[in-house]
């Protein structure tokens, strides 16, 4: 394996990390509206912030902020309401 693979595990492991810390304060979340509302902000901001970064415009990093964003989203959207 060469450096360019040996880095590439490592950032896909850290995400996977990152995926589960994710849904796990998602779903610890004692106000799922408010947190809907503020992601739901965040998105366009978010999207326009990276697509315009240098090196931002390669499809495949495009292709993964939009699968990372959608995952979160789909998360988000997945909490049930607390009575």
């Not at 492991?13 to 610890?28: N, Q």
């Not at 992601?39 to 292709?63: C, E, N």
């Amino acid at each position: 394996m060469n450096d360019t693979e040996q880095a590439l595990a490592m950032l896909i492991g850290r995400t996977k990390a990152f995926e589960y810390a994710v849904g796990a304060l998602i779903m610890a979340t004692s106000d799922p509206s408010k947190l809907q509302q503020f992601w739901t902000a965040m998105l366009t901001k978010i999207v326009d912030t990276h697509v315009q970064l240098p090196g931002h415009s390669i499809p495949h990093y495009r292709d993964g902020l939009r699968d990372g964003l959608a995952y979160v989203s789909r998360l988000i959207e997945g909490i049930p309401e607390q009575s």
